[in-house]
């Protein structure tokens, strides 16, 4: 039987351990796994791109396990009533291709980059970075600040959409975090200037400047999230030319990043290899670094294998007859008959 976890589970996940501690533990797994690099069979994912957004594929497997993530990204969909971003995942034992996982990824794929961007930013940003400029509130931003809050000590964000009722949702849920103080300000310049880390997630499919080079400080750390397909960017080229870019897998980041513009020869460092010891992360406290993050298979990975593991500990999920269990597994054929007397098994919904 297939194990599901539907999004009433990964709510009782975080209600139950916290979202601090679901950050912190969902690092520790990226951590590790990004530290495995070379054992992965990787590729960048598979993408249905339409005027209105894109469907994509995202598969990695180690010899052990394999994962996938369906996921969208579709910007109007809020005017729908629908989510810009909606996502499942599952988790396969390589041996044998049985699915032992199918989980819900909306929500996790929210915290599985915002626990990235703060991994990253722990090697990457100032030691003594304290504020951060978070442009585009929408569905991830309070994961990303708080990621940033709870791993790596930011205690002020200033904020900026273009729909300040964005901005007034995400203060309303994060009014309350013990010792994060919110800005709401009237522009992206105003947000970034004097800030120690400058995050960019904003969600239209446009190949937009955000960020220009007279916004970047000196030492600032910039985590770029939101250029993440083909046609969509956050910085202007001159920024990444200013820095010392940071990708995940590097083929992949050339066409979907923020690194699409730039020659086939800019240079970028993928991040494992900084934490594998064998490239130097941030050189001196002036640099300007920047994090082209697009999203990347490894993540969800990860992602997946905490969710299976917590799920475990606490008691969560149900049994789904996903794949046939049959008596003789040559005789298929005969699984048709079956539908006549079974129960349909009724997964939760409220």
């Not at 009782?12 to 351990?17: C, E, T």
């Not at 797994?29 to 249905?48: P, Q």
């Not at 629908?82 to 390589?94: I, K, W, Y």
């Not at 959409?161 to 964005?166: H, K, L, M, N, S």
Request: aromatic share 6%.
């Amino acid at each position: 039987m297939t194990t599901v976890l539907t999004t009433f589970d990964i709510a009782h996940i975080v209600q139950k351990l916290g979202i601090a501690t679901c950050l912190t533990r969902m690092a520790a797994y990226l951590e590790a796994d990004f530290l495995r690099w070379n054992e992965f069979d990787k590729s960048a994912r598979v993408a249905n791109h339409s005027p209105d957004g894109v469907i994509e594929l995202m598969p990695i497997s180690d010899a052990q396990l394999y994962s996938f993530k369906y996921v969208n990204g579709h910007p109007k969909n809020t005017r729908a009533g629908l989510s810009t971003v909606m996502a499942f995942g599952v988790l396969a034992d390589v041996a044998t291709g049985q699915p032992s996982l199918l989980s819900e990824l909306t929500i996790t794929t929210a915290m599985r980059t915002a626990a990235t961007s703060a991994m990253v930013a722990r090697r990457l940003a100032r030691p003594d970075s304290r504020t951060m400029a978070l442009i585009g509130n929408g569905a991830q931003s309070e994961f990303q600040a708080l990621a940033f809050h709870h791993l790596l000590g930011i205690s002020e964000i200033r904020l900026f959409d273009v729909d300040p009722a964005a901005t007034a949702k995400l203060m309303h849920h994060l009014k309350a975090v013990p010792g994060l103080r919110l800005k709401a300000c009237a522009s992206t310049a105003e947000a970034v200037r004097g800030a120690d880390i400058v995050t960019t997630v904003t969600a239209d499919k446009t190949n937009a400047t955000i960020l220009t080079p007279e916004m970047i400080e000196p030492g600032m750390h910039i985590n770029g999230v939101g250029g993440d397909c083909p046609g969509k960017t956050e910085l202007h080229g001159g920024v990444l030319s200013m820095a010392k870019v940071f990708v995940e897998y590097e083929p992949q980041s050339r066409i979907e990043g923020d690194l699409q513009q730039m020659p086939a020869d800019f240079p970028v460092t993928e991040f494992w290899r900084v934490l594998k010891g064998l490239a130097g992360g941030r050189d001196n406290a002036q640099q300007v670094t920047v994090f082209d993050s697009v999203g990347f298979a490894l993540e969800d990975y990860s992602a997946l294998r905490f969710l299976r593991d917590v799920a475990r500990e606490l008691g969560l999920g149900a049994p789904l007859a996903l794949i046939p269990q049959m008596a003789d597994p040559k005789d298929l054929f005969g699984q048709l008959a079956l539908a006549s007397h079974a129960k349909v098994p009724q997964l939760q919904t409220a």
